[in-house]
């Protein structure tokens, strides 16, 4: 086994012993260590190959942050990728100049702000960036607006259309970017329809756009006031769709089924819909025909007994519009799988296929609009 020369092994060892996080820049052969606040780094003089000299130097760092001579232990990488790692441990993962070790920490439930400011510092990018901004103790820190700001620096770059939704859906955290910066966003959306749905995920009922209520709701607000004092979710979700901020998500779901081009963010627009009309899911929402929806639902309602009873005899006059509420409700991914299960169509030609599932969704979209 190739052995670190006695320089490398020394200051390797001080610096193990007290640093914070490591990173180790294999074209440059420097290890780089945070201590406090401070940047310390060793040049490596190799004695053979760079890479067995680099799988040595990375044992050392494992014994000394882990007592684990070996490197990076085979349990410690499934336990990190199962979340099942103690916090305590995850500040001597950092310590390992490990890639993996990294990205683990990153994804950790009990990531905190600190903690994240060491995996920042040991390996940037826009995974990394992601996986912490999942963790609220982050998206509150200190580092949520930095993580936020990169995210959006690299989004005109992004080529992956489900990361540009997730990067979108994460800065639009409270408190990680400014109205200036969500308007930016907002206007891009309509060149790319990601953004969009990336915005009807993380804020469905403040969309930056101006819209008025529909006037069907003076009709309606009055008359389930009853219905919503006891928490009936139909009559709730009703009265929200006719409101302003319904009718503004209404028209941003209509205009970006008009703006698809790729199959993932189809998929994601489709999750985010039903998503936002779950009080209205009467099944489990993996429906794969919209016909058999259309044809089905006025039954259901017909029938109904309990709140979409209650509804349903509290609006006589409005049956067509809690049909279309409760369509909406359905909406998930399983519709597309008849469509994009024998198509990988992008663009207008992916536009044209999906009008028969997306026709007939924006016909009940008019009707509450």
């Known amino acids: ?30 290890v ?44 410690l990488q499934r336990w990190t990728r199962m979340g099942q790692i103690d916090h305590g ?63 959006i620096e690299f989004l005109p770059f992004e080529e992956n259309p489900l990361e540009m939704v997730d990067s979108v859906r994460l800065v639009l955290q409270p408190g990680l970017v400014d109205e200036a910066e969500r308007q930016r966003l907002w206007s891009a959306g309509k060149r790319r329809a990601a953004y969009r749905v990336g915005f009807l995920v993380t804020c ?19 008359a389930l006031a009853s219905l919503i004092a006891a928490d009936n979710p139909f009559a709730r979700l009703f009265v929200k769709l006719l409101d302003a901020p319904g009718q503004a998500w209404l028209t941003t779901v209509a205009e970006t089924f008009g703006g ?6 189809a998929i994601a627009l489709m999750n985010a819909v039903g998503d936002h009309c779950r009080e209205a899911r009467l099944g489990d ?15 259901r309602i017909a029938t109904a007994e309990g709140p979409l009873a209650e509804l349903r005899d509290a609006l006589p006059g409005l049956r067509d ?34 009008t028969p599932l997306t026709d007939p969704l924006l016909a009940e979209i008019a009707k509450l609009r």
Not at 16 to 26: K, P, T
Not at 44 to 62: D, I, W
Not at 260 to 265: A, D, F, I, K, S
Not at 285 to 299: F, H, N, Q, S, Y
């Open 1 to 30: 086994m190739l052995e670190l020369s006695s320089e490398d092994a020394l200051r390797l060892n001080v610096l193990a012993a007290q640093a914070d996080a490591v990173r180790i820049d294999e074209g440059k052969m420097i």
């Open 32 to 75: 780089y260590a945070l201590i406090g606040d401070r940047e310390m780094k060793v040049e490596l003089n190799p004695t053979g190959r760079h890479e067995a000299y680099l799988k040595a130097v990375r044992e050392l760092l494992s014994s000394v942050a882990l007592d684990s001579p070996g490197g990076y232990p085979i349990y």
């Open 89 to 151: 441990r995850l500040k001597q993962l950092l310590r390992l100049g490990e890639p993996e070790a990294v990205i683990a920490v990153a994804g950790a439930p009990s990531l905190d702000d600190e903690l994240a400011r060491l995996v920042w510092w040991a390996a940037h990018g826009t995974d990394v960036a992601r996986r912490m901004l999942e963790r609220e103790a982050v998206v509150h820190g200190t580092m949520g607006p930095i993580l936020a700001r990169f995210l």
């Open 204 to 222: 469905p009922e403040t969309l930056p756009m101006d819209a008025l209520a529909n006037p069907k709701l003076k009709v309606a607000r009055p």
């Open 260 to 265: 698809l081009t790729r199959q993932e963010v």
């Open 285 to 299: 929402g993996k429906e794969k025909k919209v016909e058999r929806l259309l044809a089905e639902i006025p039954d």
């Open 321 to 354: 519009e809690i049909t279309a509420m409760l369509v909406l409700g359905q909406v998930s991914e399983y519709l597309l799988d008849p469509i994009l299960g024998h198509t990988d169509a992008v663009g207008s030609v992916l536009r044209k296929r999906l």
